[in-house]
């Protein structure tokens, strides 16, 4: 006979046919219940002792005995005599059950749960209802008091109420907001502290027609909380309020995307079979559009690229692999990499599969590892990257291929940083790369060429022109759901503010730039940027670098340190630092660290340095020292070539 459990409700035993077994009186049940908690392990009887007794009987380890007799008898009724007890066994010290998980109601309802939550709102809404409705009351119901089952019946109670919730969420994104309220209604009314729960009534209203509704819900959730708790709802609360007011947009259901994306998922899945080649194909191009989404989805991206790159070689198909690694062609506009070791494992597995490529075959494949490893490759010296940026673009000129064209010229582009004064041929990559993305609809690489223009426009102090661009930029991503490329824009603006305005304005239009880059999955251009920013601009009005010593200046310490020592009253600290000082990288920053060395220099009286500098600064003397980057600016290089000029003048 197959047994099966339920704690969702009153304890209880079935038999195979679903009809109720004797579990005889309550102490029975709950020895039984105990032991169902216990997910198969070993309870001793000294313990259920304590826990049916609040005062244990001299005789309570036989009473325990006896009860556990009469459930193995209600259990296994057709168990021979003295054979073992297979459901209810003995084991070192006390006892354990041996249901299935399957036989268990909680279980099931903990795995019903799960499922749901990996599967699309159409799929997961039938889970959720099987959940739900294994639930016949609340959970061990007739020992919810007991201190045993304290911790499991608030434990289930919980996940049942976020499962109510997680069925009115599918009901809203499937369309079936009028469905969803009188769920959530009850669910409101039995538990009013759950903000969630109010947050998805109120949609499930206003998506119904019925926005005074969903207003009042709202305004008496907030009653609710001030009244009793004294609180203010929270951020998802207010933020409704507020969208319901306005009538924003995003309130309303995109179900019509969401269906499509679900079934043509859910066709894919069932159709493609597991470990195929297509399905690695297809993971690039899911990732390519994860990295410009924003909201993390840069670094999953980044993670999974790995796996996919790691995998595709292991099936050993060299042409397989080549279009694994030259489908992310995900614009890049920074020059130091978020994650080096990442970056270098792309390199070696693209010129592994270049080896590997059969000779005069598969150019394009052969361009778009190219051009991988020219990205991949940017802010160090080797003298790789910029060959295979040309030979990249040689290939894509011939074959008039757009989309690779327009892949290997952000190639192009992030090798052309090993000098100062290069923001001229950057421009006109960017001039290239709007034409060519605009005639054959290329949205990322259109706003890629528009924020290689404005860094080049910032930088040749053009800020009228280099704002159309950045307006361009909004406008774009915006238009094309690109939410990473407001990052660019906003520090364009700062710096824009640092060149022209007050200081104390630039400094908190940097502050709230340095804001927006928490969580947006780009680590290579966060660390030390603010810093940095701030630094230069000091810098650019004559005053000194903070002396504190707790400032995090990430890649930058080399050349911020010097500037820190003269702020600490440390001149020949300074001066031997600048004697060890390397070169600054390629890079987009590459102006503003020379023109920091430059100063330190000046006010250490270092000839040799200030010879450095003045020979790398002169190539870019038309140019804002920093704005190459779009985000910030340490003054005219024409002034501080000035200053070097008289410094080296007065100098021994």
Not at 81 to 88: C, E, F, H, N, T
Not at 334 to 356: G, S
Not at 485 to 509: D, I
Request: net charge neutral.
């Amino acid at each position: 006979m197959s047994v099966s459990f339920g704690i969702l409700g009153p304890v209880v035993a079935w038999d195979g046919g679903a009809v109720p077994l004797d579990l005889k009186g309550p102490r029975h049940r709950a020895v039984l219940a105990r032991l169902v908690i216990a997910r198969g392990r070993v309870v001793p009887v000294t313990r259920l002792v304590e826990d049916l007794w609040t005062e244990p009987p001299a005789g309570g380890v036989g009473a325990v005995r006896t009860f556990v007799s009469a459930l193995r008898r209600a259990l296994e009724p057709e168990r021979p005599p003295r054979a073992p007890a297979r459901l209810l066994v003995t084991e070192g010290p006390g006892y354990a059950l041996r249901a299935e998980p399957g036989a268990v109601d909680s279980r099931r309802f903990e795995d019903a749960l799960a499922d749901a939550a990996a599967l699309p709102p159409r799929e997961a809404l039938p889970r959720l209802d099987e959940a739900l409705g294994t639930w016949r009351g609340p959970a061990l119901a007739d020992f919810a008091e007991e201190e045993w089952a304290r911790a499991e019946h608030a434990r289930l109670g919980e996940l049942r109420l976020h499962a109510v919730e997680r069925r009115g969420e599918a009901r809203l994104a499937l369309g079936q907001a009028a469905q969803a309220v009188a769920d959530l209604e009850a669910h409101v009314a039995e538990h009013p502290w759950r903000e969630e729960g109010w947050r998805l009534l109120a949609l499930a209203l206003y998506r119904s027609g019925r926005q005074g509704d969903a207003l009042a819900v709202l305004r008496r959730a907030r009653g609710l909380l001030v009244d009793r708790l004294g609180l203010e709802p929270g951020t998802a609360l207010r933020r409704l309020e507020a969208d319901i007011l306005a009538q924003e947009h995003r309130l309303e259901p995109d179900t019509s995307a969401e269906q499509v994306w679900a079934g043509a998922a859910a066709d894919y899945d069932r159709t493609v079979r597991q470990g195929s080649r297509a399905r690695l194909e297809s993971a690039v191009g899911l990732l390519r559009n994860l990295a410009v989404t924003g909201g993390g989805g840069l670094e999953a991206a980044r993670r999974h690229r790995s796996a996919t790159v790691t995998a595709a070689e292991e099936l050993g198909d060299a042409e397989l692999t080549a279009r694994v690694i030259g489908a992310y062609d995900v614009p890049a506009i920074w020059t130091r990499v978020d994650d080096p070791q990442h970056a270098a494992d792309v390199v070696a597995a693209a010129e592994r599969t270049l080896k590997d490529l059969p000779p005069g075959r598969h150019e394009a494949a052969r361009a778009r590892l190219l051009a991988t490893i020219a990205l991949e490759s940017r802010g160090t010296r080797s003298a790789r990257g910029p060959q295979a940026a040309r030979q990249a673009e040689r290939i894509a000129r011939r074959l008039d291929d757009p989309a690779l064209l327009a892949f290997a010229l952000n190639g192009v582009f992030m090798q052309t940083f090993h000098r100062a004064g290069l923001s001229p041929r950057r421009d006109a990559t960017g001039a290239e790369l709007v034409a060519l993305s605009g005639r054959h609809d290329l949205p990322t690489y259109t706003v890629l060429g528009h924020l290689v223009r404005m860094q080049a426009r910032g930088a040749l102090a053009d800020f009228e022109g280099a704002e159309e661009h950045a307006t361009a930029v909004d406008r774009l991503a915006a238009h094309h759901e690109l939410p990473l490329a407001g990052v660019f824009t906003t520090w364009f603006r700062a710096l824009r503010l640092a060149a022209t305005g007050p200081e104390q304005a630039a400094e908190e239009a940097y502050r709230g730039a340095a804001a927006q880059l928490d969580g947006v999955g780009m680590p290579g251009l966060e660390e030390g940027l603010l810093p940095l920013a701030l630094l230069c601009l000091r810098v650019r009005h004559g005053r000194p670098a903070p002396a504190g010593t707790s400032t995090d200046w990430g890649p930058y310490a080399p050349w911020a340190t010097p500037l820190v020592l003269l702020a600490q009253d440390a001149p020949d600290r300074a001066a031997a630092h600048l004697r060890r000082l390397p070169d600054p990288p390629p890079g987009l920053l590459l102006e503003a660290l020379w023109c920091l060395t430059a100063q330190a220099a000046i006010a250490v009286s270092d000839r040799a340095t200030m010879e450095r500098a003045a020979r790398a600064l002169a190539p870019a003397k038309a140019e804002e020292g920093g704005a190459a980057g779009g985000l910030l600016t340490a003054g005219p290089v024409a002034r501080h070539l000035a200053e070097l000029a008289a410094a080296l003048r007065d100098a021994p």
